[in-house]
């Protein structure tokens, strides 16, 4: 069966320190991978997606960045954090090209920028 | 491009009361239709879908959703709350691009 696996699960760190946060897919190969984040009292927003190694779309401009080393595995990163990328970060992946598969998420990454 | 109107932020109900998850959405293709559930600190859970075939879905827990095409709606209900169904419930829509698009989410508070 497909797991997905992500963490820390809860993280604090300064202003102006690096992230970086770590997602893998086991059990499938190929899929479509997805940052979100979640603001306090807002929604999901899309960060970035990838439909393969070292293809990356972003979805929105920021103080972020993604990679996809390997098929499996999809990274979010900040070379310098800000107090505004505080949020709840949730992983997920899509089994390409069957439009009638959802998405699975991880449990999510609670960061707290200090 | 396709969106996803949830109508209401958040729904208060007592326990043992019925409840009604507002999803509208604006596309002009076929759609394949989802609702998720986000317990607090966790990520999203498929609670149920909608593809093809019967307009009206159910989940295992109660929950139940039907496609209304010519309204464009694709609204939640359960007859019955639980204090255990307070969660954060996200409506999506998924076309033939692959990608879903979520609403902005509704938070349903069950209260004793």
């Known amino acids: 069966s497909q797991t997905i696996h992500q963490w820390p699960a809860t993280l604090v760190q300064p202003v102006g320190s690096p992230l970086s946060l770590e997602c893998t897919v086991e059990g499938t190969s190929n899929p479509n991978l997805y940052w979100y984040r979640q603001a306090a009292g807002r929604g999901l927003q899309l960060l970035f997606y990838s439909v393969g190694i070292g293809q990356i779309s972003s979805e929105v401009p920021q103080n972020l960045s993604a990679s996809r080393p390997q098929d499996r595995q999809f990274i979010l990163s900040s070379k310098k954090l800000l107090l505004s990328d505080s949020g709840f970060y949730l992983c997920?992946?899509?089994?390409?090209?069957?439009?009638?598969?959802?998405?699975?998420f991880g449990s999510g990454t609670r960061l707290t920028v200090v | 491009a396709q969106s996803v109107t949830q109508l209401d932020s958040q729904v208060p109900v007592f326990e043992e009361a019925p409840v009604e998850l507002r999803c509208n959405y604006s596309?002009?293709?076929?759609?394949?239709l989802f609702w998720y559930v986000q317990y607090p600190n966790q990520g999203l859970q498929l609670l149920l879908k909608?593809?093809?075939?019967?307009?009206l879905v159910e989940s295992i827990n109660g929950f139940e959703a039907e496609f209304n095409k010519s309204q464009t709606s694709f609204h939640l209900r359960k007859p019955s709350v639980h204090i255990s169904d307070t969660a954060e419930y996200f409506c999506?829509?998924?076309?033939?691009?692959?990608?879903?698009?979520f609403g902005g989410g509704t938070r349903l508070m069950v209260k004793p």
């Open positions: 997920a992946w899509s089994k390409a090209a069957l439009y009638d598969y959802g998405y699975t």
């Open positions: 596309s002009s293709v076929s759609v394949y």
């Open positions: 909608y593809l093809s075939g019967s307009t």
């Open positions: 999506a829509v998924k076309n033939a691009g692959n990608m879903l698009t």
